[in-house]
Structures are given as structure tokens and as C-alpha cells.
């Protein structure tokens, strides 16, 4: 499962990332998801590829081009807010609490991916098409398949979005082979918000998101 999340972690970087609180006015923002997803995707990997040199002699690269070309397209308070889940009483919690947390569960999660971005070797992401958006859905699945030579294709379903009082889309989650990142993050980090408090698992996160960045470790099996 954990190298499965790894890969599908790749997939997720190509087509966004986690958006920033105060989102750039000058940020492209896209009414056709479908479309959104493909020029993320073009954007990525050609200036990963473009930038390749110095990322192999400095890989903190990545965690720039993570921020500056991803940052924006994914809603990182939801997906925040789904993973602290009934852990806490969000009500009950003081607003600057779960800002600080949001802010840090973002750089934590900048952090891993650009790390999976080390791994990059030329996939391809297929997004398969969808039927014609209807008006009325403020959520929508987008199917994808990860194409990597030799090996078996990697399905990946992500989840988007429409923004309230607004045309475009953000990513909220996706679901690899079954497998839900932000279910598999709940998992993880729940119990340490219910018994540590906010506060405490942001600090953690802050900490962890300090990490250089480097490869995963490969799972011994895989």
C-alpha cells in the first residue's frame, strides 16, 4: 500500500498541488477541469525535465518548483479539514490553531511529494475522458492511468471541487488502486491530533516538512 501511495503520489504532483492560503490573483484558474489537469501535467514535468541539471546537484529545487508551479491547485484547507476529521471539534478549536495547522500540513505534504518527484523517469498520465460536466455537481471524479514501461498500469481517481461563488476547480484528494491519500493521512496523523492536540501535530509537521529532500525508501518487496 505504502509504495502504491508513492507512486500515485507522482501522479498527484503532476496534476496539482496543495493551494497556498492566500492564493496569487495572478494564478491561472480553470472553469474545464479536464483541461486543468492536462496543462499542470505539461507544465511539471517539462520544467523538471528543463531543470534536471540542478536538480541532480540540488534536489531542494524541487520543493520550489512543487510550490511555485502546484501550490495553487489543490484546496489544502479542505483536504486539512478532512483529515483532522472528528479528531477534534473544529468549533471548539481557535481559528489561528487550525490555520497554523492547514499551513503546516501543507509544507509537510510539499515536502514528501517533491521528494516522489526525485523519482521521476518520463511516466505518462493519461486522463481519460469524462461526460460533460453538469452545471449542478460541486464535486467531480476525474479517471486517470499512470503509464510506465514494463510495469502494470497505475489507476488513479482524483477528486475535485467547484469552488464556492466560483467557476473554477481544485484537487481535494485522490484515490490510488482503491487507496485514498487523505484517508491513509487521517489514519496516520488522527489519533496523534486527538491525544497531542493541533498545535502539537503542526509543530510535528513543521519539523518533518524541514527534512531535505530525497527519494523515498523503496519498500524491500517492491
Known amino acids: 500500500m505504502k509504495n502504491l501511495l508513492k507512486k500515485a503520489a507522482l501522479v498527484l504532483l503532476a496534476v496539482g498541488s496543495f493551494q497556498l492560503i492566500a492564493q496569487d490573483a495572478a494564478v491561472p ?18 520544467r523538471i525535465a528543463r531543470e534536471q541539471a540542478e536538480i541532480k546537484k540540488n534536489p531542494e529545487i524541487l520543493r520550489t518548483i512543487v510550490s511555485e508551479e502546484l501550490v495553487p491547485y489543490i484546496d489544502s484547507r479542505y483536504a486539512a479539514g478532512y483529515v483532522i476529521g472528528n479528531s477534534v471539534k473544529l468549533n471548539t478549536v481557535p481559528k489561528e490553531d487550525f490555520n497554523t495547522f492547514v499551513v503546516a500540513f501543507q509544507n509537510y505534504m510539499v515536502g514528501t511529494y517533491a521528494g ?22 460541486k464535486i467531480i471524479t476525474i479517471k486517470t492511468r499512470v503509464i510506465d514501461p514494463g510495469k502494470p498500469d497505475i489507476k488513479i481517481e482524483f477528486k475535485l471541487r467547484r469552488m464556492k461563488d466560483a467557476n473554477n476547480w481544485l484537487v481535494f484528494d485522490m484515490v490510488a488502486e482503491g487507496i485514498s491519500l487523505l484517508d491513509s493521512k487521517r489514519s496516520e496523523f488522527g489519533s496523534l491530533i486527538r491525544q497531542q492536540g493541533l498545535k502539537s501535530v503542526a509543530t510535528l509537521l513543521d519539523e518533518k516538512a ?13
Open 116 to 137: 516522489v518527484f526525485t523519482q521521476y523517469r518520463d511516466q505518462k498520465v493519461i486522463i481519460e475522458p469524462g461526460a460533460p460536466l453538469d452545471p449542478s455537481k
Open 29 to 46: 484558474t480553470y472553469t474545464d477541469p479536464y483541461k486543468m489537469m492536462e496543462v499542470l501535467a505539461d507544465k511539471t514535468f517539462q
Open 210 to 222: 524541514k527534512a531535505p529532500i530525497k527519494a523515498p525508501e523503496k519498500a524491500k518487496n517492491a
